[in-house]
């Protein structure tokens, strides 16, 4: 059987016509081995399943998650359902599941890698999908890359659910039935005959002079340069204390001046999720390491579309010279919401460009997951990109 990649995606109102609609458009009468259903919150129903998985085979691996937006080829839309698909010969998928992850995060990244054992392809890559609220989620990174180190890369995406920060869901099964969660993690492993590559990149560029992280715990900083971070904050950005007020005006007040962290392919992306007056510290929820050099960080449109692009490239390039097929990709809501609808639509040329026809697919996260050299895995305000070959 030739080898396929699909996308399909819809916008319709009744959740089980929206399903039909993309897993007819992904599948186009073929049996997929795996099947990835991203969906806005309102769509994750039982029904709209139902459609997906009454469309696959019986050895087809079913997985997904709510967003806040998904892209199928050429169109991204902040709601509706979006299916992307796998198939043909030369490729094989198994997933687990891990449930109640966050007290556990470390221990149940480790526990979805197994199911990378017994997959004997020689190309290789873990695919993630975890509750975007969990918080730490580098923690289930490290967890998986404890059990796969360089046997394979890690690439995936923390769900979300339309911006609304309440609850996530997670999906796994198959033909039999599929299975709504919320806080679990999923391992997919995927291997291939063929290569695979990957991209990462954001588009952002560093704005003023460098800091050390002197203190810091997990995704709290407490000291930058020996001062407390709030206040080297709220300095750096000319901004009074009275920002601190509305937790929702000092979010928007500094969303667009993340934090960067030195890497040897670029930086590293951390977002400023608040600022807590009590200890004057930033809460960026993933890992900024104690002892990291750090800028504050800024961007544009241009710039976050030539993100996308060498995302794109960078995937492409890894496939050694040969054509693909599809590519997945796991771009940051945060992105998306800079962009506008104008924005995204150049990120789509952009790619579809790069692509050259090829079909690609995926969803806006709350958190990308990408671990190849030189990177700690977690990653924001990145589009993360996998070619298949």
Same mark, same amino acid.
């Given at each position: 059987?030739?080898?396929?990649?699909?996308?399909?995606?819809?916008?319709?109102?009744?959740?089980?016509?929206?399903?039909?609609?993309?897993?007819?458009?992904?599948?186009?009468?073929?049996?997929?081995?795996?099947?990835?259903?991203?969906?806005?919150?309102?769509?994750?129903?039982?029904?709209?399943?139902?459609?997906?998985?009454?469309?696959?085979?019986?050895?087809?691996?079913?997985?997904?998650?709510?967003?806040?937006?998904?892209?199928?080829?050429?169109?991204?839309?902040?709601?509706?359902?979006?299916?992307?698909?796998?198939?043909?010969?030369?490729?094989?998928?198994?997933?687990?599941?891990?449930?109640?992850?966050?007290?556990?995060?470390?221990?149940?990244?480790?526990?979805?890698?197994?199911?990378?054992?017994?997959?004997?392809?020689?190309?290789?890559?873990?695919?993630?999908?975890?509750?975007?609220?969990?918080?730490?989620?580098?923690?289930?990174?490290?967890?998986?890359?404890?059990?796969?180190?360089?046997?394979?890369?890690?690439?995936?995406?923390?769900?979300?659910?339309?911006?609304?920060?309440?609850?996530?869901?997670?999906?796994?099964?198959?033909?039999?039935?599929?299975?709504?969660?919320?806080?679990?993690?999923?391992?997919?492993?995927?291997?291939?005959?063929?290569?695979?590559?990957?991209?990462?990149?954001?588009?952002?560029?560093?704005?003023?002079?460098?800091?050390?992280?002197?203190?810091?715990?997990?995704?709290?900083?407490?000291?930058?340069?020996?001062?407390?971070?709030?206040?080297?904050?709220?300095?750096?950005?000319?901004?009074?204390?009275?920002?601190?007020?509305?937790?929702?005006?000092?979010?928007?007040?500094?969303?667009?001046?993340?934090?960067?962290?030195?890497?040897?392919?670029?930086?590293?992306?951390?977002?400023?999720?608040?600022?807590?007056?009590?200890?004057?510290?930033?809460?960026?929820?993933?890992?900024?390491?104690?002892?990291?050099?750090?800028?504050?960080?800024?961007?544009?449109?241009?710039?976050?579309? /030539? *993100?996308? @692009?060498?995302?794109? =490239?960078?995937?492409?390039?890894? $496939? +050694? &010279?040969?054509?693909?097929? #599809?590519?997945?990709?796991?771009?940051?809501?945060?992105?998306?919401?800079?962009?506008?609808? /104008? *924005?995204? @639509?150049?990120?789509? =040329?952009?790619?579809?460009?790069? $692509? +050259? &026809?090829?079909?690609?697919? #995926?969803?806006?996260?709350?958190?990308?997951?990408?671990?190849?050299?030189?990177?700690?895995?977690?990653?924001?305000?990145?589009?993360?990109?996998?070619?298949?070959?």
């Amino acid at each position: 059987m030739i080898r396929w990649f699909g996308a399909g995606q819809s916008a319709l109102s009744d959740p089980a016509a929206a399903g039909a609609a993309a897993a007819e458009a992904a599948f186009a009468g073929r049996e997929p081995v795996l099947a990835l259903v991203f969906c806005s919150v309102g769509y994750h129903v039982p029904a709209m399943l139902d459609e997906v998985r009454s469309r696959v085979g019986p050895a087809t691996v079913i997985v997904g998650c709510t967003t806040s937006g998904q892209m199928a080829t050429g169109e991204a839309a902040g709601y509706g359902v979006a299916v992307v698909a796998l198939g043909g010969e030369g490729f094989s998928a198994r997933a687990r599941v891990a449930r109640e992850v966050t007290p556990r995060l470390r221990a149940a990244g480790a526990e979805i890698a197994g199911c990378l054992a017994g997959i004997d392809r020689p190309h290789r890559a873990l695919l993630v999908i975890c509750d975007g609220l969990t918080g730490n989620q580098h923690e289930l990174v490290r967890g998986a890359f404890s059990v796969v180190g360089a046997a394979a890369p890690l690439v995936g995406g923390c769900a979300g659910d339309d911006l609304t920060y309440d609850r996530t869901y997670q999906f796994h099964g198959g033909r039999d039935g599929v299975e709504i969660m919320t806080d679990a993690g999923i391992g997919i492993a995927l291997g291939s005959d063929a290569p695979l590559g990957i991209g990462i990149a954001h588009g952002w560029r560093k704005q003023g002079a460098a800091m050390v992280v002197t203190s810091s715990r997990d995704g709290r900083v407490f000291e930058l340069d020996g001062e407390p971070a709030l206040d080297v904050l709220l300095r750096r950005l000319g901004l009074d204390e009275s920002v601190l007020d509305d937790e929702e005006t000092f979010r928007e007040r500094v969303f667009l001046h993340p934090l960067g962290m030195s890497r040897r392919t670029g930086e590293d992306i951390r977002v400023i999720h608040g600022g807590d007056r009590a200890d004057r510290s930033l809460l960026c929820l993933a890992d900024v390491p104690q002892g990291a050099l750090t800028w504050l960080m800024e961007t544009d449109h241009d710039a976050l579309v /030539d *993100g996308a @692009r060498d995302s794109a =490239a960078q995937a492409l390039d890894g $496939l +050694g &010279g040969q054509s693909a097929i #599809g590519l997945l990709a796991f771009d940051c809501v945060g992105r998306r919401t800079v962009l506008g609808d /104008d *924005g995204l @639509r150049q990120e789509m =040329a952009a790619i579809g460009k790069e $692509l +050259g &026809g090829v079909p690609y697919g #995926g969803f806006y996260t709350n958190g990308e997951i990408a671990r190849v050299r030189g990177a700690l895995g977690m990653h924001h305000f990145t589009l993360v990109t996998l070619a298949l070959a």
